[in-house]
C-alpha cells in the first residue's frame, strides 16, 4: 500500500437546506484498493459520492485527491483529473446509441487513437455492447445499461471509479456478472469506491469498508473484519 491514500476525506459534512446529511466524516482510499461504503438508505453513501465527483458543494471539511484540493475544482475538472463516476440510476443517454454514449465517456480527451483503443477496449470488456454497439441505449435490458453506465466512466480512463448502487434492480445472476466486472477491474488495478445495497457482496469483493449510519461513520475495518462484525451482521448482512 502506497505512504499516502489517492482520496481523503476529512471532517467533510453536507447540507441538504437544513438537514445535515453528511456529519463530519472521514474516509481514505489507497490506490489499487475497493473500498466500499454501506449502509441504510438515506444514510449518506450516495451524496458522499456525490460531494466526491463535486456534483454536490460541501458545507465543511477536506477533500483531497492525488495531493489536489478537489474543493478547487469544478465538475468536469475532477473528471479531467481522473475521477469518474458511474451514478445511481445509470443515468445513460437513452435516445442515443450505446456507442455514442460511450464516446461522451471520453469528452475530456483528445487522443483520438486511443479513444478508439479504449472502444475496442470496452466491447472486449463488455461483449454485449459490442453486439449493440449501433443500439439506442434506452432500449438495453437493466443489465445492459448498467453496464453501459460503468464502460461510459470507464472511457475517461479513471485512476478512481465511483461506482453507485450497480446491482440495483437487477436479477441475481446479473449481479453476479456485474460483481465479475468489478473483480477484473480490480484485478487490473482500477481504484474503486463502490457504494452497494448488497452488503455481503460488496464485502466479499472489497478491500475495506466503511458503514455509514446517518451521515456519520459509524465503524470501519478490513472488509474480511467486517463481514464477521456482529453489528454489522445484524444491520445490514441479515
Request: net charge positive.
Amino acid at each position: 500500500m502506497n505512504a499516502f491514500p489517492l482520496l481523503s476525506l476529512k471532517g467533510l459534512s453536507v447540507n441538504y437546506g437544513g438537514i445535515q446529511a453528511l456529519q463530519s466524516i472521514d474516509l481514505e482510499i489507497y490506490s489499487g484498493e475497493v473500498v466500499t461504503l454501506i449502509g441504510a438508505n438515506g444514510a449518506g453513501k450516495s451524496t458522499t459520492l456525490r460531494a466526491i465527483s463535486r456534483i454536490l458543494k460541501p458545507h465543511d471539511g477536506q477533500l483531497q485527491y492525488n495531493g489536489q484540493n478537489l474543493l478547487r475544482h469544478s465538475a468536469h475538472e475532477v473528471v479531467r483529473l481522473g475521477i469518474a463516476h458511474s451514478p445511481e440510476g445509470r443515468r445513460i443517454l437513452t435516445r442515443q446509441t450505446v456507442l455514442d454514449n460511450l464516446t461522451l465517456g471520453a469528452y475530456t480527451r483528445s487522443d483520438r487513437l486511443a479513444i478508439k483503443s479504449d472502444l475496442e477496449q470496452q466491447f472486449l470488456t463488455f461483449p454485449r455492447l459490442a453486439e449493440r454497439r449501433n443500439q439506442m441505449a434506452g432500449t438495453l435490458s437493466g443489465g445492459e445499461q448498467q453496464m453501459l453506465a460503468i464502460a461510459r466512466a470507464l472511457m475517461s480512463r479513471p485512476k478512481l471509479l465511483l461506482l453507485d448502487e450497480p446491482s440495483l434492480g437487477l436479477a441475481p445472476a446479473i449481479v453476479l456478472e456485474i460483481f465479475g466486472i468489478i473483480r477484473q477491474l480490480h484485478s487490473a488495478g482500477v481504484t474503486l469506491l463502490l457504494v452497494e445495497q448488497n452488503a455481503n457482496l460488496a464485502l466479499q469483493h472489497a478491500d475495506r469498508g466503511y458503514v455509514l449510519e446517518a451521515g456519520r461513520i459509524a465503524f470501519s475495518g478490513p472488509a474480511q473484519k467486517l463481514l464477521i462484525d456482529d453489528r454489522v451482521k445484524q444491520a445490514y448482512l441479515g
